[in-house]
């Protein structure tokens, strides 16, 4: 911890990789808010403890990844609707009087992404979303917000998708469903299946996508084209984006409840894209 500075930082593991203390460290300069923002690689086995002593040491908020985002829920004395509704947090912010809130910003990152900087309309669209993990968990109410025409969780196997569907039916019509019943274009496909990661693809029939008009979305990123990616433009979707922004937006949302302050996301994402692309 750096000494005299509201203390931040991001607990994951592994975390080597984390692009986060760029991100908050350029939201930092850029919004001229005086803090430190470290990666902290909390063991496997000890993370409630860990982030405790961080808290007791006098860290102001932090955000959680993978494999403690169902942890830090467990953890928390409060927790935000959508995160109560994610059964995840990514945001940690503790209180003046030391009691820690639980937030998840990933949904509204995801959203923020879609609406203000793609400019795609989620209002009345028949959204396809691919996975039942906890990424397709995290998001499923902002997305819901946002009153689809349908919501589609398409996944590998089904009973997954049926207990977020049952999960979520009181907030707007979302509907479970195998790869292969899916036979009729949507306006807009969000893949957040972990497939990306290892290079592969959701068994998805062609039909879902409709050329010239259906939009793609894959919450993982690269600094290649993704295999959904690749597989939807080859099929002629309208246009194809990939989660480098959603990790930006959810940064954001965390800045500005930590801070009271909004950064601006766009030269942040110029940044990362252009490394990630050297
Ligand atoms: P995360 O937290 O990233 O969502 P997860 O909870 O392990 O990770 O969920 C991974 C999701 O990707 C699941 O929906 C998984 O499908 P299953 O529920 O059937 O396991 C999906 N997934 C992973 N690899 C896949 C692949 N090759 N094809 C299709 N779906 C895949």
Not at 27 to 37: D, H, K, L, R, V
Not at 163 to 182: K, M, N, R, Y
Request: negative net charge.
């Amino acid at each position: 911890m750096v000494a005299g500075l509201d203390q931040y930082g991001v607990f994951g593991n592994p975390i080597g990789h984390s692009k986060s203390p760029l991100i908050h460290r350029l939201f930092a300069e850029q919004t001229g808010q005086t803090m430190s923002y470290e990666a902290l690689l909390a063991p496997l086995d000890g993370f409630a403890d860990f982030a405790r002593d961080f808290f007791a040491r006098g860290g102001r908020g932090a955000n959680v990844t993978v494999p403690f985002k169902e942890q830090a829920f467990a953890l928390v004395n409060q927790l935000s609707e959508r995160a109560e509704r994610a059964g995840a947090v990514n945001t940690l912010c503790r209180h003046a009087d030391g009691k820690l809130l639980g937030d998840n910003t990933d949904g509204v990152g995801l959203v923020r992404d879609l609406t203000v900087n793609a400019g795609w309309s989620l209002a009345d669209q028949r959204i396809l979303l691919l996975g039942a993990g906890g990424a397709v968990r995290g998001v499923l109410q902002p997305l819901l917000a946002h009153k689809p025409r349908e919501l589609v969780i398409a996944n590998r196997t089904l009973s997954k998708a049926e207990t977020l569907a049952q999960h979520f039916a009181d907030l707007g019509p979302v509907l479970a469903s195998e790869f292969a019943w899916l036979q009729q274009p949507f306006d807009l496909i969000i893949n957040g299946t972990s497939a990306s990661l290892a290079g592969e693809l959701p068994p998805l029939p062609a039909a879902v996508i409709k050329p010239g008009h259906t939009r793609c979305y894959d919450m993982m990123y690269s600094a290649e084209p993704t295999a959904f990616n690749r597989w939807a433009s080859d099929l002629g979707a309208a246009a194809c984006m990939d989660g480098l922004g959603m990790l930006v937006e959810q940064a954001a949302e965390a800045f500005l409840l930590w801070r009271g302050v909004r950064p601006d996301s766009a030269p942040v994402l110029a940044e990362l894209r252009a490394q990630l692309a050297g």
